[in-house]
């Protein structure tokens, strides 16, 4: 079974500086995917990034990337030059190839100006 | 292109009643799957629909069945609702096409029991 935990209930940033979230993920599989999605107030899930786990280099889409220890089964993710628009809920979640998702319990991030 | 889109955006049910709640796929995607959302909690997998059938389910009880049709929509039906039904609950979809089998979320139905 797989297992995903996010041991940061709420982060807070200020506008224009860089924070990390934390992921730690549990799984026996060899093969699956990791994501992270936001969540804002008008609760519309939004993929961010994605990470094959047999890819080692890291994923990066503009302002977000992330940092994937795959023998620490560790999945963080990093958002620079944060903006008031990136506050929202974080979820790191898991996929096994054509499987279901498994989410954390999320982190609620506010970026203030 | 059309999203995922759900149908309605907040229901309001008493406890025993029943309720259905519908998806419409993003265009090009066969798969889709139904997670629940309680207040303040990550989503939690229900069932997941390929070709009309489910294919995998969750740790959810018999109360919560679901349908596809041949168009790829899907329909999620709760039984003799509970209080503790109250969630969001979200459609994804998805498609093995191109090998990525990202999922992409719909809005989502806000279902509150009383």
């Known amino acids: 079974a797989q297992t995903v935990t996010q041991s940061q209930p709420e982060m807070s940033v200020q506008e224009a500086e860089t924070v990390t979230l934390s992921c730690t993920y549990d799984?026996?599989?060899?093969?699956?995917?990791l994501f992270w999605y936001k969540q804002p107030p008008s609760r519309q899930m939004i993929l961010v990034i994605r990470?094959?786990?047999?890819?080692?280099q890291n994923a990066t889409e503009n302002r977000f990337s992330v940092n994937f220890q795959k023998a620490a089964k560790s999945f963080s993710l990093k958002i620079s030059d944060s903006q008031l628009g990136d506050t929202a809920m974080y979820f790191c979640?898991?996929?096994?190839?054509?499987?279901?998702?498994?989410f954390g319990a999320g982190t609620i991030l506010r970026v203030k100006s | 292109d059309a999203g995922v889109t759900q149908s309605p955006t907040h229901l309001i049910k008493t406890r025993g009643q029943q309720v259905t709640l519908r998806c419409s796929p993003k265009?090009?995607?066969?798969?889709v799957s139904w997670y629940q959302q309680a207040l303040g909690q990550g989503p939690q997998f229900i069932f997941q629909?390929?070709?009309?059938?489910?294919?995998q389910r969750g740790n959810f009880p018999d109360r919560f069945s679901g349908h596809q049709f041949p168009n790829y929509s899907s329909e999620l039906n709760v039984n003799a609702l509970l209080l503790g039904d109250s969630a969001l609950y979200l459609c994804?979809?998805?498609?093995?096409?191109?090998?990525?089998?990202?999922?992409?979320f719909g809005p989502g139905t806000r279902l509150t029991v009383t």
């Open positions: 799984t026996s599989e060899n093969n699956y995917y």
């Open positions: 629909y390929y070709e009309e059938e489910e294919r």
């Open positions: 990470q094959e786990a047999y890819k080692q």
């Open positions: 265009s090009g995607h066969d798969t």
């Open positions: 979640a898991a996929e096994v190839y054509g499987n279901k998702l498994v």
């Open positions: 994804a979809s998805s498609t093995v096409a191109g090998n990525t089998y990202e999922q992409y």
